[in-house]
């Protein structure tokens, strides 16, 4: 089991960066594939970006590709979005998603493929 606290949110103008981080229990992050989902008010948790067991496989939405940047540190048990050319419609609550795998290069799209969410962290971009 792991446990998922997200961190590194908050206000930010249009065309800024940000990164959220998200810290991780447990000694085996590294059995786990990675996730970043958000939620805007009102709407469904769509996915945003993944990465596998080592962080050699990425996966974006389409709508945040060449601006978002997943990456892990194993040994900080830790995963991170920068997110940079930030807009008014990235604002959302941020969670991090954390489920077991067997495979190495494999990532997870879906928020049902996921068993451990984080409390979620808000990101606001306005001027």
């Known amino acids: 089991q792991v446990q998922l606290v997200e961190s590194g949110g908050g206000l930010v103008q249009p065309g800024g960066s940000l990164r959220v981080s998200c810290a991780a229990s447990?000694?085996?992050?590294?059995?786990?594939?990675m996730g970043w989902f958000r939620q805007a008010p009102g709407r469904e948790r769509v996915f945003v970006a993944a990465?596998?067991?080592?962080?050699?496989?990425?996966n974006y939405a389409n709508s945040v590709k060449g601006r978002f940047t997943i990456s892990r540190d194993n040994a900080k048990n830790s995963v991170y979005l920068q997110m940079n050319s930030l807009k008014p419609e990235d604002t959302a609550v941020y969670y991090c998603?954390?489920?077991?795998?067997?495979?190495?290069?494999?990532?997870?799209?879906?928020?049902?493929?996921?068993?451990?969410w984080g409390q979620g962290t808000q990101v606001t971009v306005s001027s």
């Open positions: 990465i596998s067991l080592s962080g050699g496989t990425t």
């Open positions: 447990g000694r085996t992050f590294r059995n786990y594939a």
């Open positions: 998603a954390a489920r077991p795998s067997s495979y190495s290069n494999s990532y997870y799209l879906s928020t049902y493929e996921y068993d451990y």
